[in-house]
């Protein structure tokens, strides 16, 4: 497997990554959370304080602290002296973020469209080059660093401050929840090669129409891909019907 994160292409990623690093207590958490995303970590794992700080040659405070953002992401239930847990996401969950997702992005998407710039353009073109390149290479988790950057950068445009965290723990979880789903699998062979490319597209047209359309066709074909019967729960069985019906109410002025 390549090492993409060693390409100088890749300056998206790198900036993403560098964010990662910096303060130890910050380390140990994006560390702890790459694993869980991964699977590498699940709900039978039991994490204490104690062996963290050895496993990361680090105090107890700051593993105190990573611990404490993980809770906030929903990664961990934190139960005091029995010990720290990595949490499951159930289907019932999991299909209510799907949901929620949708409502959310569609919403942004309609208001990003009317007043995107040249700078968060330029951003999303080049956040979605590198996620094709590093789809090439297998790497998964880079892979998931870049999606949710597009999609956390082009809500930011959306001028919604106060709903960005809840986005940003949605994204979280059900990369987390698809990826398990198919643990063990190459999962990035079924996805889109360049699953961005229309949405940004739309974006350039300045459609609002076409932008809910497109983002509504990102969201379902992925959980299609990866969780078939949660799709069929929650959409049916034909793709096209559902994408060719109106998209999900949302009580926000798009302007």
């Given at each position: 497997?390549?090492?993409?994160?060693?390409?100088?292409?890749?300056?998206?990623?790198?900036?993403?990554?560098?964010?990662?690093?910096?303060?130890?207590?910050?380390?140990?958490?994006?560390?702890?959370?790459?694993?869980?995303?991964?699977?590498?970590?699940?709900?039978?794992?039991?994490?204490?304080?104690?062996?963290?700080?050895?496993?990361?040659?680090?105090?107890?405070?700051?593993?105190?602290?990573?611990?404490?953002?993980?809770?906030?992401?929903?990664?961990?239930?934190?139960?005091?002296?029995?010990?720290?847990?990595?949490?499951?996401?159930?289907?019932?969950?999991?299909?209510?973020?799907?949901?929620?997702?949708?409502e959310l992005e569609c919403a942004a998407i309609d208001r990003a469209a009317r007043r995107l710039d040249p700078d968060v353009r330029q951003f999303l073109t080049r956040s979605a080059e590198e996620y094709r390149m590093v789809q090439a290479s297998g790497d998964i988790y880079n892979m998931v660093l870049l999606d949710r950057a597009f999609h956390m950068r082009l809500f930011e445009?959306?001028?919604?401050?106060?709903?960005?965290?809840?986005?940003?723990?949605?994204?979280?979880?059900?990369?987390?929840?698809?990826?398990?789903?198919?643990?063990?699998?190459?999962?990035?062979?079924?996805?889109?090669?360049?699953?961005?490319?229309?949405?940004?597209?739309?974006?350039?047209?300045?459609?609002?129409?076409?932008?809910?359309?497109?983002?509504?066709?990102?969201?379902?074909?992925?959980?299609?891909?990866?969780?078939?019967?949660?799709?069929?729960?929650?959409?049916?069985?034909?793709?096209?019907?559902?994408?060719?019906?109106?998209?999900?109410?949302?009580?926000?002025?798009?302007?």
């Amino acid at each position: 497997m390549t090492d993409t994160s060693s390409s100088a292409q890749l300056v998206t990623l790198q900036g993403l990554n560098a964010i990662e690093g910096g303060r130890k207590s910050n380390h140990v958490y994006c560390d702890l959370k790459r694993r869980m995303v991964l699977g590498e970590l699940t709900g039978s794992s039991i994490l204490t304080e104690q062996a963290i700080a050895q496993d990361y040659s680090c105090s107890q405070g700051t593993v105190r602290e990573a611990l404490l953002r993980l809770e906030q992401d929903g990664l961990v239930d934190r139960k005091g002296y029995q010990g720290t847990y990595v949490t499951q996401l159930s289907e019932a969950e999991a299909e209510a973020f799907v949901r929620l997702r949708l409502e959310l992005e569609c919403a942004a998407i309609d208001r990003a469209a009317r007043r995107l710039d040249p700078d968060v353009r330029q951003f999303l073109t080049r956040s979605a080059e590198e996620y094709r390149m590093v789809q090439a290479s297998g790497d998964i988790y880079n892979m998931v660093l870049l999606d949710r950057a597009f999609h956390m950068r082009l809500f930011e445009q959306a001028d919604m401050p106060n709903l960005m965290p809840m986005l940003s723990r949605i994204l979280l979880q059900l990369h987390r929840y698809t990826i398990s789903q198919r643990r063990g699998q190459d999962l990035w062979r079924d996805l889109r090669p360049d699953p961005h490319r229309e949405i940004i597209e739309a974006l350039e047209d300045g459609d609002p129409v076409m932008c809910q359309l497109r983002m509504r066709e990102h969201i379902m074909s992925n959980i299609r891909t990866f969780a078939p019967l949660m799709f069929q729960r929650i959409f049916g069985e034909d793709l096209s019907l559902v994408l060719s019906s109106p998209a999900p109410a949302f009580a926000l002025d798009p302007h």
